[in-house]
């Protein structure tokens, strides 16, 4: 009988750089569970991709993603193309880990290895834009591109508060963009202040941003708010916090399988917090595409949402 393998990439510097002193115990947790077990440290940009695509095609059978959005989505980058694609667990070490909330991941190592070692699989979405892979969000407008201006020592001080202070030192200087967007057949065209295409329902610390995103059902949930006074946005926030925005009327919610997004002036592109590049761009979604290792309480909640849905 083959031995199973693990490998943990896991990113020395997310958060506040505590999962190194928890290695051990990882490790250790993973040799109990049957695996022989082994672990990388990211050197930097790009670094998490090669290393997942050298575990894609050494078939590990498990692997686990130790810190933040932007370390899954270089992860994710590296074996989406894959013919052989390992299970995923993730164990979160970022700042605001949208991904790892959304799949209900305890933000403590010890109980986040003992979900991922209940070995509860589920095939969930990802999506693909200009050749490019995202598990959480992708979006464009101003707005979007605050978090590129977010340092990684003002995350790692003042967590997902970061990316208020920043919103609100920014304000002033926010435009609205024009563009078109078509999306399953439909067409909007007019100014917006921000579009985002989420994958699930935790985006920037919101939960109720995408109240019913579903991770299995080949939708994205699309929001759009189009263009809007200062006063208007602020009330907006309020409101998202809430998860009573979407029937404004200021905003546009719907769901996509495809999204084709063209501005007409320079439009950055914003995947899971980073800098992706520009629009032009169509958005696909790749549906059950990656198996993830994932909690109870998450499948819980997908249960309870498609049941509220009749998916």
Same mark, same amino acid.
């Given at each position: &009988?083959? /031995?199973?393998?693990? =490998?943990?990439?896991?990113?020395?510097?997310?958060?506040?750089?505590?999962?190194?002193?928890?290695?051990?115990?990882?490790?250790?947790?993973?040799?109990?569970?049957?695996?022989?077990?082994?672990?990388?440290?990211?050197?930097?940009?790009?670094?998490?991709?090669?290393?997942?695509?050298?575990?894609?095609?050494?078939?590990?059978?498990?692997?686990?993603?130790?810190?933040?959005?932007?370390?899954?989505?270089?992860?994710?980058?590296?074996?989406?193309?894959?013919?052989? =694609?390992?299970?995923?667990?993730?164990?979160?070490?970022?700042?605001?880990?949208?991904?790892?909330?959304?799949?209900? &991941?305890?933000?403590?190592?010890?109980?986040?290895?003992?979900?991922?070692?209940?070995?509860?699989?589920?095939?969930?979405?990802?999506?693909?834009?200009?050749?490019?892979?995202?598990?959480?969000?992708?979006?464009?407008?101003?707005?979007?591109?605050?978090?590129?201006?977010?340092? *990684?020592? %003002?995350?790692? *001080?003042?967590?997902? /508060?970061?990316?208020?202070?920043?919103?609100?030192? %920014?304000?002033?200087?926010?435009?609205?963009?024009?563009?078109?967007?078509?999306?399953?057949?439909?067409?909007?065209?007019?100014?917006? %202040?921000?579009?985002?295409?989420?994958?699930?329902?935790?985006?920037?610390?919101?939960?109720?941003?995408?109240?019913?995103?579903?991770?299995?059902?080949?939708?994205?949930?699309?929001?759009?708010?189009?263009?809007?006074?200062?006063?208007?946005?602020?009330?907006?926030? *309020?409101?998202?916090?809430?998860?009573?925005? /979407?029937?404004?009327?200021?905003?546009?919610?719907?769901?996509?399988? =495809?999204?084709?997004?063209?501005?007409?002036?320079? %439009?950055?592109?914003?995947?899971?917090?980073?800098?992706?590049?520009?629009?032009?761009?169509?958005?696909?979604?790749?549906?059950?595409?990656? *198996?993830? /290792?994932?909690?109870?309480?998450?499948?819980?909640?997908?249960?309870?949402?498609?049941?509220?849905?009749?998916?």
């Amino acid at each position: &009988m083959r /031995l199973k393998r693990a =490998r943990i990439i896991y990113n020395p510097s997310a958060g506040r750089e505590q999962f190194r002193s928890e290695l051990p115990y990882v490790l250790e947790q993973l040799e109990q569970a049957g695996y022989e077990a082994s672990a990388h440290a990211t050197t930097g940009e790009g670094d998490a991709t090669r290393e997942a695509k050298l575990v894609a095609e050494r078939k590990y059978d498990l692997l686990i993603i130790a810190g933040g959005d932007g370390t899954i989505n270089e992860v994710v980058s590296g074996i989406a193309e894959a013919p052989y =694609r390992p299970r995923i667990g993730i164990i979160p070490a970022g700042t605001t880990n949208d991904f790892a909330r959304a799949l209900f &991941m305890p933000k403590d190592t010890k109980e986040a290895i003992k979900v991922i070692l209940e070995e509860n699989e589920r095939a969930l979405d990802i999506g693909k834009v200009n050749g490019k892979y995202f598990i959480n969000i992708a979006g464009g407008g101003d707005l979007t591109e605050l978090t590129f201006d977010v340092s *990684t020592k %003002m995350k790692a *001080t003042l967590g997902r /508060l970061a990316y208020y202070v920043k919103g609100i030192e %920014m304000l002033p200087s926010i435009r609205s963009s024009s563009v078109t967007i078509e999306y399953d057949g439909e067409v909007f065209e007019g100014d917006i %202040m921000l579009f985002l295409v989420a994958n699930t329902n935790s985006v920037s610390g919101f939960d109720q941003l995408a109240p019913d995103a579903l991770l299995d059902d080949g939708y994205f949930d699309m929001i759009i708010l189009k263009k809007t006074n200062l006063a208007d946005f602020v009330r907006l926030v *309020t409101a998202a916090l809430r998860g009573t925005h /979407l029937k404004d009327e200021k905003i546009i919610y719907t769901q996509a399988k =495809r999204i084709k997004v063209t501005p007409h002036k320079k %439009m950055l592109l914003n995947l899971d917090g980073e800098y992706g590049g520009e629009f032009p761009g169509e958005i696909v979604n790749l549906p059950q595409h990656l *198996t993830f /290792l994932v909690s109870k309480q998450f499948i819980e909640r997908e249960q309870k949402v498609k049941k509220r849905l009749n998916k």
